[in-house]
């Protein structure tokens, strides 16, 4: 099955800097990857998602890049604010034709005011 | 407009007592998700429905199971919960009813946080 590595486990940043979330996923076939945001006690929320016949994509201060050669896929957020301190989660679909998912295993961002 | 909805949110019982926990949708997805996660972990997926069919984890414990009278609700039975089981439970839905289409995106629910005593 597929396997999904994230790193690093940890981040912490000043306000205003950048944060990169990085991923490796094992299965060739995976097309979907999806990023999670998941503050404290609340459920996952999609804040961006890229599909494999795409190489970046951007909305607003986040982005993800995608290489599926290497299979790796990366999460870019710019100027960082203090309320995007949280935990954030990767995803790979497995290469069915719906969305099951697994996830990498988490990246607490602290961003310091 | 709660799209996926879960109760109770908290669920307290004790140790080999049954309890059951509920997912409803107003989206009509076609396929829907029990994840199991525990404090600084990763969600870890149960088991999905897709439609009826119901689809199982290898690594799923016996002591999970799940119902799904209609495309609506979908239920989780622990059938003698142990202390290791304690942890958020999240229902999640998707669709899948375009032939070759790729639409995967999973909606979540609050989930229930299961204390086991």
């Known amino acids: 099955g597929e396997n999904v590595e994230q790193h690093p486990s940890t981040l912490s940043v000043q306000e205003g800097d950048s944060a990169v979330i990085k991923c490796t996923y094992s299965d060739s076939a995976s097309n979907y990857f999806p990023w999670y945001k998941q503050e404290l006690g609340k459920r996952p929320q999609l804040i961006i998602d890229i599909r494999s016949n795409v190489g970046e994509k951007k909305d607003q201060r986040i982005a993800v890049t995608l290489n599926k050669t290497a299979k790796h896929f990366s999460l870019h957020i710019t100027e960082t604010q203090p309320e995007d301190s949280a935990v954030y989660f990767c995803?790979?679909?497995?290469?069915?034709?719906?969305?099951?998912?697994?996830f990498g295993q988490g990246t607490i961002l602290t961003v310091h005011p | 407009d709660a799209m996926v909805i879960q109760n109770p949110r908290y669920q307290v019982t004790q140790f080999g007592k049954p309890v059951t926990l509920s997912c409803s949708q107003t989206?009509?997805?076609?396929?829907m998700y029990w994840y199991q996660q525990k404090s600084s972990q990763a969600p870890k997926l149960l088991f999905h429905?897709?439609?009826?069919?119901?689809?199982n984890e290898a690594d799923t414990p016996d002591n999970f199971q799940s119902r799904r009278p209609n495309t609506s609700f979908c239920f989780l039975d622990i059938r003698s919960p142990g202390l290791g089981d304690a942890a958020m439970y999240l229902c999640?839905?998707?669709?899948?009813?375009?032939?070759?289409?790729?639409?995967?995106?999973?909606?979540f629910g609050p989930g229930t946080r299961l204390t086991v005593l």
């Open positions: 429905y897709y439609d009826k069919d119901f689809n």
């Open positions: 995803a790979a679909s497995e290469g069915t034709s719906y969305g099951k998912l697994t």
């Open positions: 989206l009509n997805h076609n396929v």
């Open positions: 999640a839905t998707s669709r899948d009813d375009l032939p070759g289409s790729s639409y995967n995106e999973q909606f």
